[in-house]
């Protein structure tokens, strides 16, 4: 009998000490809140639900603005106010400057070597410092304003030209921008553009265009092998990875060939031509002054960095902006007019002309509060543990802030399913400027804002001002949202287009 007894009485102890003690233990740490039930091994993970963010807010809203979830084997902050977002990039940047080691970062980002992937630490810094310098600056960013003007006319002309006349055509828009952006990216980088006519090397261009086809597809992929490592040792995942590893050696063979190409161009021609330098040749000859620091290896991901985080965010703003201008007229009406009163019927619009233009701006800012291309930003990681709204956060948790959700909450916003552009006037920056934050902000934040707002406004602007816009039917243009890393729209946007007979004239010109 008392044999009996004790074999039950022991584990029943052992348990209730347990639970006990950790009851205790994590009374005394005063973790932030865990939010819904976490099952043992997966945790949260199965309330992965696309789109990702529309489920986190859900969670947020019934649990609250600061929870520590549990994703795998990682433990996860989310947080989704303006206050506590505050309070993670400015107090707390440093510690939360940190990236979680992902398998897109280990390939896609090389091996966390990479800018965006990068751990917070000297080699960060560095790269930081030289693309901000190199890359970012307004000078630099002034010296390529020639190769957006020439890519968003030739997307002018090739708008005219498809419409044809004064009758309305349907385009389908969606390839249209994100050729636009990527032939930008492209000339800024080796002056070289494969999509649309003028391409020289039709060969070079197929391949291309075949790896960007490929980094987006699998760029999407939700990781789950990321949470449950267990997955990826039994080989869950070893498909996935192998494709990744494939598709970097293309990516970087590519660009070695880029390069290579460049070095030889560069000893041939003399310098001091009137040609514009491209950011190759920029980097190149920091190479020459530094070659130990600026090898091949850190040029190649410098430049695959700014293909991948540059292109998809501004064509996908463009293309969710024109979606809501084609279900909101008036606002399309009011846009043309100040155009037209600003820059007149003239002269084609100029980036100079932006800062002039705040109705368009203000159109750019509240598209990016409602469909913002990375709508929980990325990832960050703690480097060592801090104080979160008086909450303790250990170190290495992975931070995922909700900035979809902050943007679209009805606490922060007015009828926020409204698009309504005056509101953001004044807003950005400031004492609320935690509640629209598109960006990020902080030491992570990010470096292309300037140039993300030049280009989606110059080609924006300049679609406004040179044709009249409508949708194809009666219905509304349907705004579901799609599942990947930066908030595509679900269907390709198509509409209606005609040039304007004032600027048609200006279209031929140029
Ligand atoms: C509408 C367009 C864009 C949006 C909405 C956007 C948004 C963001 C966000 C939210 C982050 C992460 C911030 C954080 O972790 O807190 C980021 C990082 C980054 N973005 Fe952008 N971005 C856009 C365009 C661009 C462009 C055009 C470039 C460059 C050509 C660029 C380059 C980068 C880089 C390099 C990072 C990583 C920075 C780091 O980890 O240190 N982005 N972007
Ligand atoms: C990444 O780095 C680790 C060591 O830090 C190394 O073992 C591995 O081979 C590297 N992988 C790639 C793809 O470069
Ligand atoms: C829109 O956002 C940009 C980029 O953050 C900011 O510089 C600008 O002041 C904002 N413009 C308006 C009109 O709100
Ligand atoms: C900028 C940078 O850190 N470059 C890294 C990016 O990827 C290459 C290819 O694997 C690495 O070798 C570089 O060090």
């Given at each position: 009998?008392?044999v009996?007894?004790?074999?039950f ?9 347990v639970?006990i003690?950790?009851?205790l233990?994590l009374?005394?740490?005063n ?7 976490a ?6 993970l199965?309330l992965f639900k696309?789109p990702l ?6 969670i ?13 084997s990682?433990r996860v902050l989310l947080?989704?106010s303006p206050?506590v ?9 440093i ?7 992902l398998?897109?970062g ?10 965006s992937?990068?751990?917070y630490?000297?080699?960060w ?14 000078t630099?960013?002034?010296m390529?304003s020639?190769?957006r003007?020439?890519?968003v006319?030739?997307l002018?002309r ?5 419409s044809?006349?004064d009758?309305?055509?349907t385009?389908e828009m969606?390839s249209m921008?994100?050729e636009?952006?990527l032939?930008?990216?492209m ?7 494969y ?5 020289m090397d039709?060969e ?16 999407g992929?939700s ?5 449950l490592p267990?997955?990826r040792?039994v080989?869950?995942?070893k ?9 970097q050696?293309r ?7 880029l ?8 000893t041939k021609?003399?310098?001091k031509e ?8 920029v980097l ?17 991901g ?6 991948s985080?540059g ?5 996908g703003?463009?293309?969710w ?7 909101n ?8 007019a ?6 007149g019927q003239?002269?084609?619009?100029d980036?100079?002309d932006?800062?002039n ?12 509060r409602?469909?913002p291309a990375?709508?929980?930003l990325v990832?960050?990681?703690?480097s ?7 909450f303790t956060?250990?170190?290495d948790t992975m ?6 959700a902050?943007?679209?909450d009805?606490?922060?916003?007015v ?10 006037e004044?807003?950005?920056g400031?004492?609320d400027?935690?509640?629209?934050m598109p ?18 406004g ?6 406004i001002?040179c044709?009249d816009?409508?949708r194809v039917?009666?219905e509304?243009v349907d705004m579901?949202?799609g599942?990947g ?10 509409a209606?287009?005609?040039?304007r007979?004032?600027t048609l004239?200006l279209i031929?010109?140029?």
């Open positions: 009998m008392e009996v007894v004790s074999s009485a022991y584990p029943l102890l052992l348990l209730a000490l639970f003690s950790k009851h233990f009374k005394r740490q973790l932030p809140p865990s939010g819904p039930l099952f043992p091994i997966i945790g949260h199965y696309k963010y529309r489920t986190l807010a859900d947020a809203g019934v649990y609250g603005p600061i929870l520590l979830l549990r994703f795998g990682r947080v989704t206050s977002a505050e309070e993670c990039f400015t107090t707390n940047d510690v939360f400057a940190n990236r979680p080691r398998l897109v280990k390939y896609l980002g090389f091996n966390y070597t990479n800018i992937w990068a751990p630490g000297n080699h810094r560095n790269l930081r410092r030289i693309s901000t310098l190199e890359i970012f600056s307004s630099r960013l002034q390529f020639n190769v003007i020439s890519e006319r030739s002018l090739r708008l005219a030209a498809v044809g006349g009758t309305f055509r385009l969606k921008f994100f636009l952006t032939n930008v990216m000339m800024m980088i080796a002056g070289k553009r999509y649309g006519d003028k391409v039709l070079e261009a197929r391949r291309f265009r075949e790896i960007v086809k490929e980094t987006f597809a699998l760029g992929v990781n789950f092998g990321d949470f267990v997955l040792w080989g869950v995942f498909g996935l990875e192998k494709k990744l590893v494939n598709l050696g990516r970087t063979g590519f660009l070695q060939e390069i290579e190409e460049h070095r030889m161009v560069g021609t003399q310098p009137e040609k514009t330098k491209t950011m190759l040749d190149l000859s920091l190479q020459e002054a530094e070659p130990h620091y600026y090898t091949d290896e850190i040029i190649i410098i430049i695959l960095t700014l293909l985080a292109t998809d965010t501004s064509a703003t463009m293309e902006a024109l979606s809501l201008l084609l279900n007229p008036k606002a399309l009406k009011k846009a043309q100040e155009i037209d009163a600003k820059v003239g002269r084609l619009l980036e100079s932006l800062a233009l705040p109705y368009l701006l203000c159109i750019i800012n509240e598209t990016l409602m469909y990375a709508p929980l990832p960050h990681e703690s060592k543990e801090c104080i979160v709204e008086g956060v250990p170190r931070l995922l802030v909700n900035m979809w902050i943007q679209n009805p606490k922060s916003w009828e926020p399913t409204k698009f309504w552009p005056e509101r953001m004044g807003v950005g400031g004492k400027g935690f509640k629209w960006f990020g902000s902080g030491r992570r934040g990010c470096p292309g804002e300037g140039l993300a707002m030049r280009v989606v110059l080609a924006l602007g300049s679609l001002q044709f816009w409508e039917g009666e509304m579901e949202e599942t890393l930066t908030l595509p729209k679900a269907k390709p946007l198509e209606r287009c005609r040039p007979l004032s004239g031929s010109q140029c």
